[in-house]
């Protein structure tokens, strides 16, 4: 199984970065996914990583450190549409995903 | 293109009453998952199925069922619900390749009194 933390809450202002770490314990790594979720929705797709590295995608970045069980989630120039939860998961062998419980994040004008 | 639907979007049961969530999705996926989602718990993994006519149990099975007989539908029932199942229900599919994404549907809130 897989066991992933990720902070709770943060807090930014608008036009900020901020880094949303995710630390996981796998056993079968087969890729890490980032989704956003907003109040009442399903979570969409973000970002995903399998080799180690940097993933960059407009304003969201991801990216990967295998030997450390490490990822993280950049967001630039934050919008008032940002405030959302994200969610860090890790893809095991069977293609099953395992969550982390989430990281709000709150934009302040 | 609907991508996953979810049928029903809200109900509410009184203990021990029974019911189906129904999801369909029409990408011609393969797999496909049903999820609870709980504050402060993230999404957990009920039950899953790689294909047609297979299902597998996740990481929380107990009190549901599940069946696959057509590709693009994918059936969770709970037998006797309880208060303990009040939860909003995911249900995901893809098609398992790569960097291919899991595509979520809307979600069904259930709240069982």
């Known amino acids: 199984g897989q066991n992933i933390d990720q902070p709770t809450e943060m807090t930014a202002t608008e036009g900020a970065i901020v880094q949303i770490n995710c630390t996981y314990q796998?056993?079968?790594?087969?890729?890490l996914f980032w989704y956003q979720q907003h109040a009442g929705e399903a979570p969409t797709f973000l970002s995903y990583?399998?080799?180690?590295g940097l993933e960059e995608k407009g304003r969201f970045s991801s990216f990967l450190s295998r030997s450390k069980g490490y990822s993280y989630l950049l967001l630039k120039e934050l919008q008032m549409k940002d405030s959302a939860s994200y969610l860090c998961?890790?893809?095991?062998?069977?293609?099953?995903?395992?969550f982390g419980a989430g990281t709000t994040v709150t934009v302040r004008a | 293109n609907a991508g996953v639907t979810q049928t029903p979007k809200f109900r509410v049961l009184k203990t021990g009453q029974s019911m189906t969530l129904l999801c369909a999705q029409d990408?011609?996926?393969?797999?496909m998952y049903w999820y609870r989602q709980d504050p402060g718990m993230g999404l957990r993994l009920i039950h899953y199925?790689?294909?047609?006519?297979?299902?597998a149990k996740g990481e929380v099975p107990d009190g549901y069922n599940v069946s696959r007989l057509k590709k693009q539908n994918f059936l969770l029932g709970l037998e006797s619900a309880a208060p303990s199942q009040t939860s909003v229900y995911f249900c995901?599919?893809?098609?398992?390749?790569?960097?291919?994404?899991?595509?979520f549907g809307p979600g069904t809130r259930l709240l069982v009194l």
């Open positions: 995901a599919s893809s098609s398992g390749e790569g960097s291919e994404t899991q595509y």
């Open positions: 796998t056993s079968g790594f087969n890729g």
């Open positions: 990583n399998v080799l180690d």
């Open positions: 998961a890790v893809r095991d062998s069977d293609y099953k995903l395992s």
């Open positions: 990408m011609n996926h393969e797999y």
């Open positions: 199925s790689v294909g047609e006519g297979t299902t």
